[in-house]
């Protein structure tokens, strides 16, 4: 099984940055790629940033060059996860939450394929 633990949300001005932490434990070695998913107020979960296992990042076109994904796997025990976010804009202000995509072997016995942690707020305003 793989818990994850969030941290790093809380109030900021436009043009702020934030650091998100994601500290995943447990079992490790069923873990793919790490995400960072974000629900803003009233509206759909939306995909931010995913990091590859190797390290390979994709953002999406809303937060690309202002956020970046890294990924530390040099623990065997913890995975972490960050999510830096630079220039910071009201429509920025979110519940952000980190998952763990399970590799697809440990997905089909698990019966599910996806551990979402309990999510950080983040607001964005003046």
């Known amino acids: 099984q793989v818990e994850l633990v969030e941290s790093g949300g809380g109030l900021v001005q436009p043009g702020g940055s934030l650091r998100l932490s994601c500290a995943a434990s447990?079992?490790?070695?069923?873990?793919?790629?790490m995400d960072w998913y974000r629900q803003p107020p009233g509206k759909q979960r939306e995909l931010v940033a995913t990091?590859?296992?190797?390290?390979?990042?994709?953002?999406?076109d809303s937060v690309k060059g202002r956020f970046t994904i890294s990924r530390d796997n040099t623990n065997n025990a913890k995975n972490t996860v960050y999510l830096q976010m630079n220039s910071l804009k009201p429509e920025d202000t979110a519940v952000y939450y980190c998952?763990?995509?399970?590799?697809?072997?440990?997905?089909?016995?698990?019966?599910?394929?996806?551990?979402r942690g309990q999510g950080t707020l983040v607001t964005v305003s003046s």
């Open positions: 447990g079992s490790i070695v069923s873990v793919d790629a």
């Open positions: 998952a763990a995509e399970l590799n697809p072997v440990v997905a089909a016995l698990a019966g599910y394929s996806e551990v």
């Open positions: 990091i590859s296992n190797s390290g390979s990042p994709n953002y999406a």
